[in-house]
Nanobody, 123 residues
Framework: QVQLVESGGGSVQAGGSLRLSCVAS????????MAWFRQAPGKEREGVAC????????HYSNSVNGRFTISRDNVKNTLYLQINSLKPEDTAMYYC????????????????WGQGTQVTVSS
């Protein structure tokens, strides 16, 4: 069965950095676009970044302003999200997801999800 397991979240002060990881299993990882989404309490789910199967194409939400970098290792079946210069508004549960289509930030186009890793940023 498809499994996506996130890790790397935590509580940090504003200006700090985190690297989130998502280990995938149960499918041909290198054949699918992948993405990171986030959801804060009382807010709708937001697509943060996506990456094509080979990593040649990426898209980012306008809200991240160049602070986030998505990458993947197709040998280790792992997706990463490097987050720099963290802000309190980045506080959310971050989810790894597999796309049923191409690299997109539309959540309905993803057909497998992890359970999430919490990122909390204090001022």
């Amino acid at each position: 069965q498809v499994q996506l397991v996130e890790s790397g979240g935590g509580s940090v002060q504003a200006g700090g950095s985190l690297r989130l990881s998502c280990v995938a299993s149960g499918y041909a990882y290198s054949g699918y676009s992948m993405a990171w989404f986030r959801q804060a309490p009382g807010k709708e789910r937001e697509g943060v970044a996506c990456i094509s199967p080979g990593g040649s194409t990426t898209h980012y939400s306008n809200s991240v302003n160049g602070r986030f970098t998505i990458s993947r290792d197709n040998v280790k079946n792992t997706l990463y999200l490097q987050i720099n210069s963290l802000k309190p508004e980045d506080t959310a549960m971050y989810y790894c997801a597999r796309s049923a289509f191409s690299c997109t930030l539309v959540g309905s186009r993803y057909n497998a999800w992890g359970q999430g890793t919490q990122v909390t940023v204090s001022s």
